[in-house]
Nanobody, 127 residues
């Protein structure tokens, strides 16, 4: 099994920045696509961004393009999400996810596409 642990959440003012990190441990060999999702209270869990095994191919939700950047460090088994110009409506629990196959992260933008999930980290953006 593989475990994912998110960190870096917190309270930030609108327009501010945060960097989320996700550390994978356990059976991490062969992890392919990694992604970030978010879930606001009373809403479904939504896709935010995903990244290929190499880190060279990324995919973003339209609402975050140009403001969020996903990256990964395979040597450290981590994936990060740099978020800038945050908006109050982006207040949510942010989840890291992973799957052990796949090439194009654009194909994996749904909750059901991922086998492994972290517990989530709270991001609160105040207005």
């Amino acid at each position: 099994q593989m475990q994912l642990v998110e960190s870096g959440g917190g309270l930030v003012q609108a327009g501010g920045s945060l960097r989320l990190s996700c550390a994978a441990s356990g059976r991490t060999f062969g992890v392919a696509i990694m992604g970030w999702f978010r879930q606001a209270p009373g809403k479904e869990r939504d896709f935010v961004a995903s990244i290929s095994r190499s880190g060279l191919v990324t995919s973003y939700a339209e609402s975050v393009k140009g403001r969020f950047t996903i990256s990964r460090d395979n040597a450290k088994n981590t994936v990060s999400l740099q978020m800038v110009n945050l908006k109050p409506e982006e207040t949510a629990v942010y989840y890291c996810a992973a799957r052990k196959d796949g090439f194009n992260p654009g194909y994996y933008r749904t909750v059901g596409s991922y086998e492994y999930w972290g517990q989530g980290t709270q991001v609160t953006v105040s207005s």
